[in-house]
């Protein structure tokens, strides 16, 4: 299992920034996945999470209205849609998925959100 997120940068507070991971060694399509983010000092904590076949997906009260999660099972790729982000959204976002009982995470990529 390899998940390998891209698409961080720095933008200016009230921007956007799309983040994509992308899985491969398993069967991407049966698993939901999750995007997580840890800012300097603080914990990883969940963001948002969507379902095997995409019908389903929740989101941490902070990102409500502003981030939308989704998936291209035939892309093997989830994404992380962020608008109208603020300073407080600066972290490293990580994709994560459980298989077979075992937590995967991918390397993470940085966001940064500063004028």
């Known amino acids: 299992v390899h998940l390998v997120e891209s698409g961080g940068g720095l933008v200016q507070p009230g921007g956007s920034l799309r983040l994509s991971c992308t899985a491969v060694?398993?069967?991407?399509?049966?698993?939901?996945m999750r995007w997580y983010r840890q800012a300097p000092g603080k914990e990883r904590d969940l963001v948002a999470s969507?379902?095997?076949?995409?019908?389903?997906?929740n989101y941490v009260d902070s990102v409500k209205g502003r981030f939308t999660i989704s998936r291209d099972n035939v892309k093997n790729t989830v994404y992380l849609e962020m608008n109208s982000l603020k300073p407080e959204d600066t972290a490293v976002y990580y994709c994560?998925?459980?298989?077979?009982?075992?937590?995967?995470w991918g390397q993470g990529t940085q966001v940064t959100v500063s004028s």
């Open positions: 969507i379902s095997s076949r995409g019908g389903n997906s």
């Open positions: 060694g398993f069967t991407f399509s049966n698993y939901p």
């Open positions: 994560h998925t459980i298989v077979n009982m075992r937590d995967y």
